[in-house]
């Protein structure tokens, strides 16, 4: 088989006069067969396959604070891995990660490699074949809060989400303690109150259980989860690690989607110095590790990320990719029905919605905080504003009353 | 039971004028009951015991970038957690780590909730004992390079190794393609190696194995890896997820201490305003998870650490804390024979003096490059510098022309 090579670029800051090329070499000879020049000539032989190599150093001159930086691509042979996440990111960023102001900022997987991963099982097509919605974004809302609530409250949170005509719904991603309202049992009460919704609104709507406990029972309570009549999981990924989701992902019996939480993942990608790339973490390996849809803070809520971030994250969860499928793309947090034509036009269809306080917090509760937001995501796809949309929908007028209508102000 | 709250500190950064004290109040219910005010005082009374509250607020003034910034402290009550690290990190730091400028620096966790993790099985004290290594610091090596290598290769290295007399050895945690030479295979090799140097030096030496591969098998894994003769495990914690430690070290059948490598904690530590204190990753957290040994950065080699970061993470390994076992420091990356004493001045004998290069690089092999710390810790120990100590030690005296002896020269 051809050798193939898994390229990984670090953003590296550095002393004025730093050698990158060396320190390029450095990291391709130390990260892989470890030493090289020491090697005996029969060895290298041996060891040649293993080894990576420098694609590029781009150095990009001194900055205000007067350091040195450079953009490095390294080559690391796919031999030297396992395919999987912990294998990956341990070699290229493990020990690296601590060697200075280093930031790994993109990877690139060759086909074979990445046809080893799960990749989503259903993603944008097969969740829209689930809930017979095409040609347009979806909707997603939030329980207010779930801490301490007992099955019949939380199933009275869900029904009137579900009757607000949203696609999904998710628990809250920090619903550990279920003391109050065991896994299964939400699950099948969340169910029953989907399909009582449904009588009234003609939509079905998907419930994204937060899976939780020890990693070695989480694989059996998902298949029970899905037993129990689960239409989704959410899954707290960073927090449990990338091969948790990955298994979930391959498992025949989990014939659900999954949902990749993004908790945590701010400790890793904001410094301009350290850490990660969103569009790494969010979009490129939840996709491989099989998320079907991910979270990530949108550029125009509460909690921001840089809009050109956020593209890219997207990107990395829509642009084809060998054969994966491709996964929503979810922008969240403090998101408003005036802020839906900001995210249409970044994203068209191929985006859920997602709000929390934006369904709950409308003055006539969560039933019309939802069809505020429909009437909003029906005007954007039929080209009208929503000043317009807001003329036949007292909802969606309420709501931009509220919260405000920035797009309107725009033009 | 009376309330027990879990305390955590966060560093904040904002803009002037940023008011502190709602932000922290807004931290304490956002990430906990959700809201408050909107309550209806019936529900009030269930919620009390889910809602966090405000302990410190302790504002730092205007730094010269014109950030404000604080350090905010917050009670979240235990009832809202389960007792493992993906429900408590996911809780106190997973939305709100993607919101602005936020650090998480410490965690206090009360006793009831601490006691139900499992902490270190073996810890400082049951290691010594295994290696009847007491009043001394312990000396690790690591594999030079293993990546692609056979196990006849890896035998020999180990024996080397163990010739020099040193406590443990360790696989680089790059170990994933196993082809070469698998797991038992390679365990049961080394085994025999460690006690057939055992008859020539009467020392043991344990052999920490790269746990790899899904997290679906690794406890399995782990069990057949002790049935084929490990005497340790090494796990790249941070890219598995620290519960994978937990359920290790809580699996009766893993009869051998863990060895935690911090692999990927470069991209959560280091940024001043953003991820998690070295500390607590590196030592709270894997501490209670179960790592009998942990390994970060020390101070004084080639991937440094704040002096005193390095000894309030050696310090959370360490201290008091409950019925937790104590748990190894071993600082690591670039160590030789002539930074022992800055190591010893640290931590005394509770730490493990853990070299590669200074070990391998030796120009008399590794065997020689054992003896030569060796030669060092003995001399520390005993109170005399390594310049007396390499009269009696051609190999120190070598390891010392080559490497260097600052001790000695800040004398």
Known sequence: MAQEFVHVTYLAHGKQGTDWNKKAQGIAIGLTVGSWTD????KRAAMQKHLGHVVAVEEGGTDAQGLSHARLTIAYPTANFTPDIPALLTSVFGKLSMDGQIRLVD??????????FPGPKYGIAGIREQLNAHDRPLLMSIFKSVIGHDIPTLTEQFYQQALGGV???KDDEIFFDESYAPFEQRIAACRAAAERAQQETGKFTLYAANLTGPVTEIFD???????????????????YGYDVLHRLAADPAITVPIMAHPALAGAL???AHYGVSAHVLLGQLMRIAGADLSLYPSAYGSVALERAETLKIADALLAPAGELKRAFPVPSAGIHPGLVPYLYRDLGNDTV??????????????????RAFNAAIDAVVAGRTLTEAAEASPELQTALDLWGNPAEVQK
């Open 39 to 42: 090697l005996p000539e029969a």
């Open 107 to 116: 990877i690139q997987l060759p086909a074979a490699f990445q046809r080893q």
């Open 167 to 169: 696609d999904l719904v």
């Open 221 to 239: 309570k998902a298949r029970r989860g899905v037993e129990a009549g689960a239409s989704a999981l959410l899954l707290n990924v960073l927090t």
């Open 269 to 271: 990608y904001p410094s």
């Open 353 to 370: 919605i997602n709000a929390g306080g934006g369904v709950h917090g409308h003055p006539a509760g969560a039933a019309a905080g939802g």
